[in-house]
């Protein structure tokens, strides 16, 4: 559990600093070109040119994101995990510190819940180097829709939750970091969230939070 919660603190603090500090980063690096490339080296750019994949998994927590989760509060977590593989492709380049990007996941709770779930999701990503170019970082923010086989079972019992239902809104928060010496990996901490947008899903309000960690991969 305290491990659980000592992550929990990283991917958050590093959330929220990267998102705070990361316009003055932008300003800093104008005049001098970041020294790694704006789309990850390939080893066929043309069959899979701007494609990744992830490997994720966490554990769920009931606690509200913007209230619990995001504010550093202590999060209680359920007998309720996932695992995730996740295709994606790079989809546009705007600048070297933007560019949008698509994702289609598929997860398996195991534990408490049994489900599986389809996430589709697109997302902006930041990219800046407050430290070095040893460890570069990007920040991304993604939107999108959830869809579960069956009704979750703890976001139907959950007392923060009113209803539930199989769709939902997607949301997804990540901040990753290249692995030094390594070409195409980088480590990412991940909140993997569900909502019905204040009832806008099918009179949903709330939802679930997935705090997470895992590998992505360019090709």
């Known amino acids: ?79 309720s995990w996932t695992k995730t593989l996740a295709v994606g492709r790079i989809l546009m380049e705007r600048s070297e510190f933007y560019r949008l990007e698509f994702e289609t996941q598929f997860t398996k709770h195991i534990g408490e819940q049994s489900h599986y779930e389809f996430n589709l999701v697109f997302a902006i990503r930041m990219r800046y180097n407050p430290f070095s170019t040893y460890m570069p970082l990007s920040l991304a923010l993604g939107n999108g829709i959830s869809y579960a086989t069956e009704v979750p079972v703890i976001e139907e019992r959950s007392r923060t939750n009113i209803n539930a239902t199989k769709l939902l809104n997607y949301l997804m928060l990540e901040i990753a970091a290249e692995i030094p010496k390594t070409e195409n990996w980088e480590l990412i901490g991940r909140i993997h969230h569900r909502s019905g947008v204040f009832g806008l899903y099918n009179g949903v309000r709330g939802g679930s939070n997935i705090m997470t960690a895992g590998l992505r991969y360019y090709f």
């Open 1 to 79: 559990m305290e491990d659980m919660k000592t992550i929990n603190v990283i991917i958050i603090t590093g959330l929220l600093l990267g998102f705070a500090l990361s316009p003055v980063s932008a300003l800093l690096t104008t005049e001098k070109q970041l020294e790694y490339s704006d789309v990850p080296e390939i080893s066929n750019p043309d069959l899979f040119s701007g494609f990744f994949i992830i490997v994720y998994g966490g554990r769920y927590t009931d606690r509200h994101l913007g209230e619990k989760v995001l504010m550093l509060k202590p999060i209680y977590y359920e007998d």
